[in-house]
């Protein structure tokens, strides 16, 4: 097949994607979709320790119930975290974060 300068061309991949990535804020980490007073937040996600005078923390707060991991693909019953989470052919790559804001993820953000 020959395509010009400037043209587009499309392939369907002929299955679903095997990667999918969640991120943003605290709507997409799941904050305030936990049922359980915290305890539906992913705990490496939910943490704050003491070390002498540092504070470590990470409150991203997601949660398993957290849109990205609750939605469907097309053709598959299963949801997107629950293949995940079975090693199915689908990788979550989930860095939502609480509190997140556009600085936090574009290029010297802190």
């Known amino acids: 097949m020959d395509i010009a300068w400037d043209a587009v061309a499309f392939q369907s991949v002929g299955s ?7 991120m943003g804020d605290s709507f997409a980490s ?8 915290g305890k539906d937040y992913f705990r490496e996600t939910d943490y704050k320790e003491n070390l002498g005078n ?12 957290a849109w990205i991991r609750e939605a469907n693909l ?5 949801s997107i975290g629950e293949i995940s989470d079975s090693y199915g052919n689908v990788d979550l ?4 974060c ?7 993820v574009i290029s010297g953000g802190a």
């Open 30 to 37: 799941g904050e305030g979709a936990d049922n359980d007073g």
């Open 54 to 65: 540092d504070e470590v923390s990470n409150k991203c707060h997601r949660s398993k119930y």
């Open 93 to 96: 790559s989930f860095i939502a």
């Open 74 to 78: 097309p053709g598959k019953s299963q």
């Open 98 to 104: 609480s509190g997140a804001r556009t600085y936090n």
């Open 16 to 22: 679903n994607p095997t990667q999918v990535v969640g």
